[in-house]
T-cell receptor
Framework: KAGVTQTPRYLIKTRGQQVTLSCSPI?????VSWYQQTPGQGLQFLFE???????NKGNFPGRFSGRQFSNSRSEMNVSTLELGDSALYLC??????????????FGPGTRLTVL | QQQVKQSPQSLIVQKGGISIINCAYE??????FPWYQQFPGKGPALLIA?????SEKKEGRFTISFNKSAKQFSLHIMDSQPGDSATYFC????????????FGGGTRLMVKP
C-alpha cells in the first residue's frame, strides 16, 4: 500500500504570497491532519479533517486554512505568507481518526521557505 | 503553552547502552501517549504507545514507563544501536480531541559506534 504522499516536497515563496500544499492519504484512510514543524516551536497541530469536515483546529491564525475532498485528499492554504511561516508542513492520515484505535501515518512533508 | 515537556534535548549514547528520554504532561485529559521516531528527511513514525492504565509497555528493545500520579512517562531504548540515531518525540492525545497530537519538543539521539 502506498504511503502518505505530499506535494510539492519543496517550495520557495516570497512574503505576501499565498501557497497551497497537497496531501494524499493512504488509500481507505478518512482522517487527515496537518502539522507544522519548526526548530523553534517543534511540532504543532494545525487542523484535522474527517469525511470532508474540519474536526479540530489548532492555535493558528486564519491565514491557515484547509479542506478535504470526497476522495479524502486534503489541501492546506496559507495566505499572505510571513517569514515565520517557513517550516516543514506534515500531513498525517489514519483510518478513522482516533489515536489509539488507529495509527497516524505521516508523510515526508513539504518544506516551505518564505523569503 | 507547552503541555508536554520533553528532556533532554539531545543525547549521546554508546552502542549497546541504554537511552532514556523523559516527558511530563500537565493536561489530565490526556489518555494516550505515543512515541514517534523521525529520521532526517522523513515524517515521524509511530514507535510505541501506552495508555495510562498501564505502567509499562515493552516492544522489542523499546520500553515505555508511565507514572500517572507524577504525570510523567519515559522511553527506554535498550542495547542502543547506531541505526537508532534519530529524533524522538513524545506526544499525548486527549479525550474527545479527535486526532490532535500534542508533541514534546523532541530529543535528538546519537548512538556512537
Amino acid at each position: 500500500k502506498a504511503g502518505v504522499t505530499q506535494t510539492p516536497r519543496y517550495l520557495i515563496k516570497t512574503r505576501g504570497q499565498q501557497v497551497t500544499l497537497s496531501c494524499s492519504p493512504i488509500s481507505g484512510h478518512r482522517s487527515v491532519s496537518w502539522y507544522q514543524q519548526t526548530p523553534g516551536q517543534g511540532l504543532q497541530f494545525l487542523f484535522e479533517y474527517f469525511s470532508e469536515t474540519q474536526r479540530n483546529k489548532g492555535n493558528f491564525p486564519g491565514r491557515f486554512s484547509g479542506r478535504q475532498f470526497s476522495n479524502s485528499r486534503s489541501e492546506m492554504n496559507v495566505s499572505t505568507l510571513e517569514l515565520g511561516d517557513s517550516a516543514l508542513y506534515l500531513c498525517a492520515s489514519s483510518l478513522y481518526g482516533r489515536e489509539g484505535t488507529d495509527t497516524q501515518y505521516f508523510g515526508p512533508g513539504t518544506r516551505l521557505t518564505v523569503l | 503553552q507547552q503541555q508536554v515537556k520533553q528532556s533532554p534535548q539531545s543525547l549521546i549514547v554508546q552502542k549497546g547502552g541504554i537511552s532514556i528520554i523523559n516527558c511530563a504532561y500537565e493536561n489530565t485529559a490526556f489518555d494516550y501517549f505515543p512515541w514517534y521516531q523521525q529520521f532526517p528527511g522523513k515524517g515521524p513514525a509511530l514507535l510505541i504507545a501506552i495508555r495510562p492504565d498501564v505502567s509499562e509497555k515493552k516492544e522489542g528493545r523499546f520500553t515505555i514507563s508511565f507514572n500517572k500520579s507524577a504525570k510523567q512517562f519515559s522511553l527506554h531504548i535498550m542495547d542502543s544501536q547506531p541505526g537508532d540515531s534519530a529524533t524522538y518525540f513524545c506526544a499525548a492525545i486527549g479525550n474527545n480531541a479527535g486526532n490532535m497530537l500534542t508533541f514534546g519538543g523532541g530529543t535528538r539521539l546519537m548512538v556512537k559506534p
